[in-house]
Every structure is written in C-alpha cells, then in structure tokens.
C-alpha cells in the first residue's frame, strides 16, 4: 500500500521560512520522480515542484521559483520542501506525491501565511 505522510506545515509571518517533510512508503520511492503540489481555499490542486530520482533535476512553477527548494534523501525513503520568503498567497495545504497528475498523494500539511 502506497503511504505518503506530509510533515511541517504551520503559521508563519510573511518572509518567514518552513521545511516540509513526506515520508514514503509502499513504493519504490528511489526509483520514482517526486512531486509537490499544493491547494488554497476554494482553489483547484495547484502543482509546485518537481524532482528526479537522484535529486539532480527540479521544475518549480515560475511563481516560487527562487524561494521554495525541493530534495530528497533516498536512504530515508523522504522528499523535503524548503519554503523561504513567504508569501500570503503561499497559503495551502500541501501535498507530496508520487504521480505528475497529484492523484496519489498524502493528506497534506497545512501551511498558513499571516501577520
């Protein structure tokens, strides 16, 4: 059984930092490009990043670019998220998954921007 568990979410200022955390398991996650993807309220899922098997090659979308970094540590089975200078609008719960589409994703870690 494909187990994906979102970590590290919480309520930050604006120009604050966070680090999230997906533990995986039930698949062969080192073999597998991983993906973060993201909702807001009354919004549709929302893809963010994106990174291959040995953690060489990333995508974000263009409005997180040069703020969020994605890795991955392959011995732990774990995808991280680095968030920095965050924006009220990075406002989401946040999904890692194992799939281009976020079909297969874990329940999400809600992150909350706020002064």
């Known amino acids: 059984e494909v187990q994906l568990v979102e970590s590290g979410g919480g309520l930050v200022q604006p120009g604050g930092s966070l680090t999230l955390s997906c533990t995986a398991s039930?698949?062969?996650?080192?073999?597998?490009?991983m993906y973060w993807f993201r909702q807001a309220p009354g919004k549709g899922l929302e893809w963010v990043s994106t990174?291959?098997?040995?953690?060489?090659?990333?995508r974000y979308r263009d409005s997180v670019k040069g703020r969020f970094t994605i890795s991955r540590a392959n011995a732990k089975n774990t995808l991280y998220l680095q968030l920095s200078s965050l924006k009220t609008e990075d406002s989401a719960i946040y999904y890692c998954a194992k799939d281009s589409s976020g079909a297969v994703r874990g329940q999400g870690t809600q992150v909350t921007i706020s002064s």
């Open positions: 990174i291959d098997t040995g953690g060489t090659w990333t």
């Open positions: 039930g698949f062969a996650f080192t073999w597998s490009y």
